[in-house]
Every structure is written in structure tokens, then in C-alpha cells.
């Protein structure tokens, strides 16, 4: 049975022991199907932790999900809805910051997806390294491929450009962390598809920049 308590990733282990003041980790969300009357969008979401929490955080989630393996989209299929509140209960109450970059009007073909995910992806990591001088990002890992071919490049360009950062990618399953920007990103979601209010405690928290990097205003309705 898995520890969700520990990373089981080595590499992480070895990374998080260079002490980068925050860490983010990453995870994505867009309109995957067209939905009438709501424009497509792309955000990345970025949870930041201090290093020295790490352990704490990572316990407190793996208490919070019931020590199995989370995924916002299971539970709430599952009916486990009030698990997913408490969660994000959680993320307020820790007070770590969360970060959103999102493209509101991006294409909606695969491509253009392709697209919105690199320039999303691209500004969050200049502004997680430029206004929060973080040097260790991890992000969800995608499918192997295109996808994941497509984030090594667009890893690889950061790296030469930006000083002193470090970007790798994990599987949720061997690091926990990996949860907090899923729920961000599922709930962002359901708040500019369904106009829903699961995100709205975490706006007490989040900042949000335009994919240009220039900031919205704090407010759920600026998303729309």
C-alpha cells in the first residue's frame, strides 16, 4: 500500500533537499469540449509551499483525502463531493499562495490547445521565478509522446532562459503535493463552465495574471 504521507519520487527527494525557499507545483485546466455560451479557456495553476512545510503539507493532504490516491474528478463522480470542500478548506486554511495564468479565447482545436498550454505554461514559470523567486517547479506529469515531448521543450527552453530554476515533471501517485493544483484547476473549472462557487474560497489566496502576465482582478466574476 502506498504512503501517500512520503514522495515516492527519489528525484524530488534529492531536489527538495537544495532548499529553493518555495516550491510550485503545477497541473492544468481547460474546455476540453465546447460548451454553449462559455469561450474556450486554458489556465495553469500553481500551488506554492515553502520547503521547510513540505512534509507537514504533504501529511495533511494524504490525511485529507483518506490516505488513497486523490483525483477531484473521481471523488466528485464518486459522490464524495464534501470531500472535495474540505479540501479546499484545507488549501485556505494552510494559506500557502496559489497562482492562476489563464488564456480566456484560445483556439479549440488540439493544436491551439498545444499552444495555450505552452504560453500558459511559459508566463507562470517567469512569473512563479520573476515576483516569487522560486527556483524548484514540478507539474503534473502527462502522457507519453506528443504531450510529453511537447513539456520537455518547452521545460528545456525555460531552463536556458531562466537563472537558477529547476523544472521536472511527477505522477500525482508519487507525489501528493501534485493534488493541491488539481483541485485548484477542477474547481476553477466548474466556476467558468457552470459558473459553480467551488473556488471561490481559495480567491482569498489566489492571485490571477492574464497568459500576457498581467494581473486580474481578484474576483470571480473577472474570470468570466
Known amino acids: 500500500m502506498t504512503d501517500f504521507t512520503k514522495t515516492t519520487d527519489s528525484k524530488l527527494k534529492r531536489l527538495y533537499q537544495r532548499k529553493s525557499a518555495l516550491v510550485a507545483f503545477l497541473d492544468e485546466s481547460y474546455l476540453s469540449v465546447p460548451v454553449a455560451g462559455v469561450p474556450f479557456y486554458y489556465a495553469m495553476t500553481a500551488v506554492l509551499i515553502p520547503s521547510d512545510d513540505l512534509d507537514s503539507v504533504?501529511?495533511?493532504?494524504?490525511?485529507?483525502a483518506g490516505h488513497e490516491k486523490w483525483h477531484t474528478t473521481e471523488r466528485f463522480?464518486?459522490?464524495?463531493?464534501?470531500?472535495?470542500?474540505?479540501?479546499?478548506?484545507?488549501?485556505?486554511?494552510?494559506?500557502?499562495?496559489?497562482?492562476?495564468?489563464?488564456?480566456?479565447?484560445?483556439?479549440?482545436?488540439?493544436?491551439?490547445?498545444?499552444?495555450?498550454r505552452r504560453v500558459c505554461f511559459t508566463t507562470m514559470v517567469e512569473i512563479l521565478h520573476d515576483e516569487h523567486d522560486v527556483e524548484l517547479v514540478v507539474y503534473e506529469r502527462r502522457r507519453p509522446g506528443t504531450e510529453q515531448g511537447n513539456d520537455s521543450e518547452t521545460a528545456t527552453a525555460l531552463r536556458k532562459s531562466l537563472e537558477r530554476l529547476t523544472i521536472v515533471d511527477a505522477w500525482s501517485g508519487s507525489e501528493p503535493l501534485l493534488w493541491g493544483p488539481d483541485i485548484v484547476a477542477w474547481t476553477l473549472q466548474r466556476r467558468l463552465v457552470r459558473d459553480e462557487a467551488w473556488f471561490?474560497?481559495?480567491?482569498?489566496?489566489?492571485?490571477?495574471?492574464r497568459v500576457d502576465g498581467s494581473g486580474m482582478t481578484g474576483t470571480a466574476s473577472s474570470l468570466k
Open 77 to 116: 463522480r464518486d459522490g464524495r463531493s464534501h470531500e472535495i470542500a474540505e479540501f479546499v478548506d484545507l488549501l485556505v486554511a494552510e494559506a500557502d499562495p496559489v497562482v492562476i495564468v489563464v488564456q480566456i479565447d484560445a483556439g479549440p482545436d488540439r493544436d491551439d490547445v498545444e499552444s495555450a
Open 58 to 64: 504533504r501529511w495533511a493532504y494524504a490525511e485529507r
Open 200 to 209: 471561490d474560497p481559495l480567491l482569498s489566496v489566489t492571485t490571477i495574471y
